[in-house]
């Protein structure tokens, strides 16, 4: 059973930046990223990895959000520049498998002056 734990949310003034962390308790490998859920709105896919290494973007976020990895500490961030009011949402990283997919938490981002 993985499990996944975000962190690194919180208030920032529009146009700040803030990274995100998703930490798994095994080894993971290819096809996890980050959903976001705004008050009212459906889940949305933000940032993923794909295949060996391929990367893709929502319209809206692409040039301002970065999806990284680091195998050897097992944790997937996303880094997140230029950050505007309709980005706030609860941020949660996923984890594909053919047999289940996990989730974390959540972990809420308000972008506000």
């Known amino acids: 059973q993985v499990q996944l734990v975000e962190s690194g949310g919180g208030l920032v003034q529009p146009g700040g930046s803030l990274r995100l962390s998703c930490a798994a308790s095994?080894?993971?490998?290819?096809?996890m990223g980050w959903y976001r859920q705004a008050p009212g709105k459906q889940r949305e896919l933000v940032a993923r990895f794909f295949g060996v290494s391929s990367t893709n973007y929502r319209d809206s976020v692409k040039g301002r959000f970065t999806i990284s990895r680091d195998n050897a500490k097992n944790t997937v961030y996303l880094q997140m520049n230029s950050l505007k009011p309709e980005d706030t949402a609860v941020y949660y990283c996923?984890?594909?498998?053919?047999?289940?997919?996990?989730w974390g938490q959540g972990t809420q981002v308000t972008v506000s002056s």
């Open positions: 095994e080894s993971i490998f290819s096809a």
């Open positions: 996923y984890y594909y498998t053919s047999l289940k997919t996990y």
